[in-house]
């Protein structure tokens, strides 16, 4: 297959490698200027060449895999529209929710698809990444996404699966993203603010904080007819603080080094939808709150 991947960061470069380790011909679409190839190295294996922001070649594409943060999918994209086929199947992949809702009408042509992803990877520096975790990828229609050759996409997934297993079709991936974003939303502001790595949220010191924010994310999770129960969702939680205690979090990262962090589409989706239900969050608030005042220092 040909395939574009837009965004080369640590997810974004794995699949890029991993296509290409399985005989895929990818093209990669970054924020830099390169034109021509460029290098990625994987672990240790050989390094790997791929096309770099070849719009030209977008058009022989039989997927476009979108890797960017939710806050840059918009900008990211609209240099591609005018070169990619209408029934080329786009998978997005990011933290947080909102951001494909956010796109203009005229990508809905296309089969949308969302997905998320308990693979890590990690960019220790350019043109290298370290594959730290083995994990599974959920891919699911978007609202957007009501009519299209589900056969054919099917395939896709049995491709992708081979490619970077686990891959698996998930008909209800709006439940999966949600239970993603209700971990990023407990773990992302608060490693942001202490600038701590995950596992430090497992002290008892955060039990408290941790325990009100899930009780806020309950009432709009079951106002939403979301099925995860409180019990559930406090495991999930402290799960992923233990599996991931090691890592920074992206939040923290982005914090770290003055970058605008996802909070509009992570703490900043569940306020809205908050609000439709109406519903006020207090501590998810006061986080927001914090994390953004960060984000102008
Ligand atoms: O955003 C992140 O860093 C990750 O989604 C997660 C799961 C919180 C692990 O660090």
Same mark, same amino acid.
């Given at each position: 297959?040909?395939i574009?991947i ?5 997810i974004g470069s794995l699949?890029a490698?991993k296509c290409h380790?399985?005989d895929?011909?990818?093209?990669g ?9 460029l290098?990625i190295?994987?672990d ?9 922001n070849?719009?030209?070649?977008l ?12 806050t840059?999918v918009?900008?990211a ?6 070169f990619?086929?209408?029934d080329?199947?786009i ?11 956010a796109l203009d ?6 089969p ?9 990877a990690f960019?220790p ?35 992708? /699966?081979?490619v970077?297993p !686990?891959?698996?079709?998930? $008909?209800? @991936?709006?439940?999966? +993203? ?6 990023n939303?407990?773990i992302n ?15 008892d010191?955060f039990?408290?904080q ?9 009432q709009?999770?079951?106002a939403e007819?979301?099925?995860i129960?409180?019990q559930d969702l406090?495991d999930?939680?402290?799960r ?13 990262? /982005?914090?770290?080094?003055h !970058?605008?962090?996802e909070? $509009?589409? @992570?703490?900043g989706? +569940?306020m ?5 239900h ?5 501590h998810?608030?006061?986080?927001m709150?914090?994390i953004?005042a960060l984000?102008?220092?």
């Amino acid at each position: 297959m040909k395939i574009g991947i837009v965004g080369l960061g640590a997810i974004g470069s794995l699949w890029a490698v991993k296509c290409h380790q399985n005989d895929h011909q990818v093209v990669g679409f970054t924020r830099s200027q390169v034109t021509e190839t460029l290098s990625i190295q994987l672990d240790d294996s050989q390094p790997i060449r791929i096309k770099a922001n070849d719009y030209h070649a977008l058009q022989q594409c039989q997927l476009l895999l979108v890797t960017v943060k939710s806050t840059q999918v918009t900008t990211a994209l609209e240099p591609l529209h005018a070169f990619l086929n209408k029934d080329t199947p786009i998978i997005f992949l990011h933290n947080g929710m909102g951001a494909v809702d956010a796109l203009d009408d005229k990508w809905h042509k296309n089969p949308l698809l969302l997905a998320t992803t308990t693979q890590a990877a990690f960019r220790p520096i350019k043109n290298q990444v370290n594959h730290t975790g083995a994990g599974q990828t959920l891919i699911g229609p978007s609202l957007f996404t009501s009519s299209f050759n589900l056969a054919k996409i099917k395939d896709l997934i049995v491709e992708l /699966d081979s490619v970077l297993p !686990r891959v698996k079709w998930c $008909d209800d @991936i709006h439940n999966a +993203l949600w239970n993603k974003l209700i971990i990023n939303c407990v773990i992302n502001p608060l490693t942001a603010i202490h600038q701590c790595r995950n596992g430090e949220l497992a002290s008892d010191k955060f039990k408290a904080q941790i325990s009100w924010l899930i009780d806020e994310i309950c009432q709009v999770i079951s106002a939403e007819k979301i099925e995860i129960s409180h019990q559930d969702l406090v495991d999930n939680v402290y799960r992923v603080i233990q599996s991931t205690a090691q890592n920074f979090s992206s939040m923290n990262q /982005d914090i770290a080094h003055h !970058r605008a962090t996802e909070i $509009d589409f @992570i703490t900043g989706y +569940l306020m809205r939808t908050a609000n439709k239900h109406g519903l006020t969050l207090p501590h998810n608030q006061a986080l927001m709150e914090q994390i953004k005042a960060l984000q102008t220092n």
